[in-house]
């Protein structure tokens, strides 16, 4: 079970390192416009991506 678990974790870094590597000043940007939202629009947008995660899950499983 743990393997599933470092492997997931694994990937998640992968996916998440593609954005930086692949287009830097994009990313730059998007972050940039990241902290100007309010608390509220950033939970939101963390909630969205969550439940989507477990959708996908749900879905895949």
Known sequence: ???FWLTAL???LV?????PFLFPAV???ALRKLIQ???GQTR???LTLM???LLLI???K
């Open 51 to 53: 439940l989507s995660g």
């Open 10 to 12: 694994g990937l998640m």
């Open 37 to 39: 939202y309010q608390d």
């Open 15 to 19: 996916i998440e390192g593609l954005m």
């Open 44 to 46: 939101f947008i963390g």
């Open 58 to 60: 749900y879905w895949v």
């Open 1 to 3: 079970m743990m393997d």
């Open 27 to 29: 990313w730059r940007e």
